[in-house]
């Protein structure tokens, strides 16, 4: 069965109604939730009680989903720490550096920094040590 613990997951109107009570309930499974919605004042609160009641991560966005220019800025510009289980996972796909990079619209040295980055927190020395220890996390869910 399927669980969302310890996965990310992109909440749009977050901000009241469905959206929020989906941002509460991936959280209650143990998700981090991105938050986004217009009214960063109504995220920011929200924010603030799934971290304290659920103990988990969560992220508040600015956000007009209706606008894809603003959403793409606003994804490219996720902090590193919100960004790199995307990486991990097409590590895992056995992407190259340059296939993440074009992939997530970022530029090479980027994806070699995130990946990096990704080695340094797991401790691992390689990539395929990274998948491994990643899985035994319950980070990725690939085969």
Known sequence: MYSPANKIVL?????????????????AAGANPILCARRLDRLEELAAKIRRQFGVRALPL?????????VARTIENLPPEWREIEILRLVAEGCSNAEIAQSLFIAHSTAKRHIANILGKLGAQNRRQAVTLARSMGLLDLP
């Open 62 to 70: 600015a956000l007009d989903v209706t606008e894809y220019q603003e």
């Open 11 to 27: 909440v749009t109107g977050a901000s009241a109604g469905i959206g929020e009570a989906c941002a509460r309930a991936f959280a």
